[in-house]
């Protein structure tokens, strides 16, 4: 076993993670013996200790300012629980000659690449713009599913047009600019519909990037 003979002994593993400074934890079963481990339990750090969220894509949502550049909507599968989150962006003219790339709970490659992509098939200069985003409540993502909503935070803050309220993005983006269909989008239907969202954009009603966009742009 090695270096991992602890974890055999056991029944369990468990891993809690999160920012050391931010309000949520996730917990997950990194082994179980006795059942799955595609469940994820979200938790809040409280005076006593930590308590159970219950309805964790409402607490992610909880601050956020509706009508404002640069916010997007996307959701994500942790385990087998869909959850909506917020992603901020935040894009201003860079007086540096290689502008900056800040990214708190997603890499910065995954930046770099959709800013790419939005330049070269949405002619949005960001080879000259510093970009920062953030994704809200200290949640870490981790998947493409998130990609869609996280192109659609940069393109808003750089074309200073809102995006509609009750509007939340799934999709995996291209390279080639295509928007791709993701894992379990009726379950994520559902967690938008419940939580009051009325348009979904993802494919396959919308196949690239240019598409959205463009709906941004009128």
């Known amino acids: 076993a090695g270096p991992k003979v602890l974890e055999h002994i056991v029944d369990a593993v468990l891993e809690l993670s999160g920012e050391r400074t931010g309000q949520y934890r996730l917990l997950r079963a990194i082994k179980n013996r006795f059942g799955p481990t595609d469940e994820v339990g979200v938790f ?10 219950k309805n964790p894509s409402a607490a992610f949502l909880e601050n956020r300012v509706e009508g404002s550049p640069g916010s997007a909507i996307a959701c994500v599968i942790e385990g087998t629980r869909p959850l909506m989150i917020e992603v901020q962006a935040l894009v201003i003219h860079s007086p540096m000659p290689n502008p900056r ?18 330049e070269k098939f949405c002619g949005l200069t ?9 994704v809200a409540g200290g949640f870490t993502i ?37 928007v791709r269909k993701v894992k379990l989008l009726e379950k994520r239907l559902k967690e938008g519909k419940r939580l009051g969202f009325t348009k979904v954009i993802a494919p396959p009603d919308i196949h690239s990037i240019q598409e959205v966009i463009s709906g941004l742009k009128r």
Not at 44 to 53: I, Q, R
Not at 146 to 170: C, E, W
């Open 142 to 178: 981790t998947e493409t599913a998130a990609d869609l909503g996280l192109a659609m935070a940069i393109a808003s803050s750089y074309m200073s047009r809102p995006i509609k309220s009750g509007t939340v993005y799934v999709g995996e983006v291209g390279l080639l600019g295509e």
């Open 44 to 53: 809040e750090v409280v005076e006593a200790g930590m308590a159970e969220v």
């Open 126 to 134: 960001l080879s000259t713009s510093d970009i920062y985003v953030n």
């Open 101 to 118: 790339r800040v990214a708190r709970g997603i890499p910065v490659s995954k930046i770099q690449v959709l800013a790419a992509v939005l």
